[in-house]
T-cell receptor, first 114, second 109 residues
Framework: DTGVSQDPRHKITKRGQNVTFRCDPI?????LYWYRQTLGQGPEFLTY????????KSRLLSDRFSAERPKGSFSTLEIQRTEQGDSAMYLC????????????FGPGTRLTVT | GQSLEQPSEVTAVEGAIVQINCTYQ??????LSWYQQHDGGAPTFLSY????GLEETGRFSSFLSRSDSYGYLLLQELQMKDSASYFC??????????FGKGTMLLVSP
């Protein structure tokens, strides 16, 4: 039984560069969520996919952020023109529709913008 | 908007019982979840309350009062491995989660 996987686990980039993260959810889960977590805070919701459709985005999400989930399987999160304030842990979670409140989180991608 | 309040830190000894409270102000409330996160790890699901009352899962129990916008997580027979951060989270439309800032539980021998 494989859980949620994320790649890369760590990313260091310079300000202004673009970065892309990948999330592979649990195979039978059709719901996929992206969250961002900074030190000492709880995860903050970014966006939600049901199958391949992006159904919700946080109003706080900058237009530099974009996410996709082609074919309803893996998902990518891209950040363009990174800023130091983007430094955080980016978490992906998935759930099944029948038990949608029980989300399984991946290990996260830690982004450091220098 | 949504906001959740929970204590920042709680300490207890092995074998004890501890209660972590959570109050919330929110719109679009479906239920309250609790997640555990060890340092450097991913959040893991502990419990979910959609209706008023107590839900028990082994050593952990969770309570919800919708009329009071209040819930708590009760941990019994504390073990050292329970040292972690505990987050309450409001479940909203599409089951998106709005997390509190977390409560760090320190269990000592």
């Amino acid at each position: 039984d494989t859980g949620v996987s994320q790649d890369p686990r760590h990313k260091i980039t310079k300000r202004g560069q673009n970065v892309t993260f990948r999330c592979d959810p649990i195979s039978e889960h059709n719901r996929l969520y992206w969250y961002r977590q900074t030190l000492g805070q709880g995860p903050e919701f970014l966006t939600y996919f049901q199958n391949e459709a992006q159904l919700e985005k946080s109003r706080l999400l900058s237009d530099r952020f974009s996410a996709e989930r082609p074919k309803g399987s893996f998902s990518t999160l891209e950040i363009q023109r990174t800023e130091q304030g983007d430094s955080a842990m980016y978490l992906c979670a998935s759930s099944a529709s029948t038990v949608s409140y029980e989300q399984y989180f991946g290990p996260g991608t830690r982004l450091t913008v220098t | 908007g949504q906001s959740l309040e929970q204590p920042s830190e709680v300490t207890a000894v092995e074998g004890a019982i501890v209660q972590i409270n959570c109050t919330y102000q929110t719109s679009g409330f479906y239920g309250l979840s609790w997640y555990q996160q060890h340092d450097g790890g991913a959040p893991t699901f502990l419990s979910y309350n959609a209706l008023d009352g107590l839900e028990e899962t082994g050593r952990f129990s969770s309570f919800l009062s919708r009329s009071d916008s209040y819930g708590y997580l009760l941990l019994q027979e504390l073990q050292m491995k329970d040292s972690a951060s505990y987050f309450c989270a409001v479940v909203s439309g599409y089951s998106t989660l709005t997390f509190g800032k977390g409560t760090m539980l320190l269990v000592s021998p």
